[in-house]
Structures are given as C-alpha cells and as structure tokens.
C-alpha cells in the first residue's frame, strides 16, 4: 500500500482519495435509497402498463427481448409481420434494435426488453447514445428478476438503477415509470418519437400474460424481412 504521506503533491493526492471516499458513500447511501423506495412502491401491472404506453403498435417496428417482454409483444401484436420476437438469445434486442434503426431511418423502431436482457448488453447502450438514431426507444420491462431462468433477483432488484445508466451513456431522453400519471407521460414521448430515448417501466412480479408464440426462428425472421422489403 502506498505511503500517501511520502509521495510527491500529498496534499493534493489526499483531497483526492478523501474526495472520491466522500462519493462512495454517498453513491452507496443513494442506492439504498432508490432500493428502499422501489421496494415500498406499488408498482404496475405490466399486463396493463405495456399497451397503455405502447398505444397502436402497428406504427412501430418493435423488436422484442426474451421471456417476459415476448410475451408481452406477442400477446398485443399476435406476432404481425413488423414484430420479431427474441427467444433464448439473451442480449440480443439492443443491439439487432440498433441494427435496424440505422438501416431504416425513415421508420419508428422500438425496443421492448427486460432488465435482465439489458443488463447483459449495457455496453450496446454506450453505443447507442454514442450514435443517437433518432429514430430508436426503448423500453425496459424492468422487474428486478430474471423470468427466463427461475425469477432470481436481478441486478436491478438490488440497486442498479438503468435509468441512470442510460443518462450517463448520455441518452437525451430518458424517464423512469412507477405510476399511472407517469405512464400517461411516458406514451407522449412514444408519440413524439424524438429519440434516441429511454424509458424504464418498473413492474411488479406479476406474470406476463399467456401467449404461445411461433419458435420457428426461420419464419418469423422471413416474415419480419418481407414486411420490411414491402
């Protein structure tokens, strides 16, 4: 360990280890507030919140996660030719969102995934903000769990807050939901379509509802592709 006392510039070396000490504590104490409060919210229903904020859905190219948020998209769209549903391919849905908004920019693209999904691809959001499509939201269906393994607590269930994630990447638009009237907030910027932006949708732990989707990759990517070349 060094000897702070005995390097060159102490001082200077001190107030800058006291400084960043002074932060961490007072990151960590932000954390166990946003943890606290989460927890004692009564967060919404995602059967009712995600076409509430969606709205008409066939304005979108929607790209869909895996688990929770495929249900979520096959249910409201019954898997129409402008959705693609993620199945088994974890970290998957930024980046192909990213891929299609640039490639189509005359199109409104949106990404429906969970935070678990996200969670393995933060990197993408980097990129993301770093590119700014304007023509790219998402949506994080966050849960705090990760659906498609068991419903263990994600990271996100124990502090990490996405939302700010994606400001510092440097999001221009982003907005947490944890009540109606934010809800109501949150579909203004789908109806604005000004993006990039991100949009955190807290849930309960409530199921998604039932859907049996098409697991024929291959078909569902044709279909996907002919509407997007029609």
């Known amino acids: 360990i060094y000897n702070l006392k005995k390097m060159p510039n102490t001082k200077s070396a001190i107030r800058?280890?006291?400084?960043?000490?002074?932060?961490?504590?007072?990151n960590r104490i932000?954390?166990?507030k946003y943890k606290n409060a989460i927890k004692k919210m009564d967060l919404l229903d995602r059967k009712k919140a995600i076409p509430t904020l969606i709205g008409d859905n066939k304005r979108f190219l929607i790209i869909s996660g895996l688990a929770g948020p495929a249900k979520d998209i096959g249910f409201l769209t019954k898997e129409s030719p402008n959705t693609f549903l993620f199945g088994g391919a974890?970290?998957?849905?930024?980046p192909t969102s990213l891929g299609l908004a640039l490639s189509r920019p005359n199109d409104r693209v949106l990404c429906v995934s969970g935070d678990g999904d996200i969670l393995m691809s933060m990197g993408c959001l980097a990129t993301i903000a770093t590119i700014k499509p304007k023509n790219l939201i998402i949506i994080c269906v966050?849960?705090?769990?990760?659906?498609?393994?068991?419903?263990?607590?994600?990271?996100?269930?124990?502090?990490?807050?996405?939302?700010?994630?994606?400001?510092?990447?440097?999001?221009?638009?982003?907005?947490?939901?944890?009540?109606?009237?934010e809800l109501l907030e949150g579909k203004k910027i789908l109806d604005n379509f000004s993006g990039p932006a991100f949009i955190l949708l807290k849930v309960n732990k409530s199921s998604?509802?039932?859907?049996?989707?098409?697991?024929n990759a291959s078909e569902e990517k044709s279909k996907f592709r002919k509407n997007l070349i029609n």
């Not at 800058?16 to 007072?26: D, G, L, S």
């Not at 998604?208 to 697991?215: D, H, I, L, T, V």
């Open 208 to 215: 998604p509802p039932k859907y049996s989707r098409n697991w």
């Open 30 to 32: 932000r954390k166990s």
């Open 16 to 26: 800058r280890v006291r400084r960043v000490k002074k932060q961490t504590r007072v």
């Open 90 to 94: 974890m970290g998957g849905a930024l």
């Open 142 to 181: 966050d849960n705090a769990s990760y659906l498609e393994t068991g419903g263990q607590t994600s990271h996100t269930g124990l502090g990490v807050n996405l939302d700010m994630i994606a400001k510092g990447c440097g999001f221009p638009i982003t907005k947490t939901i944890v009540t109606e009237q």
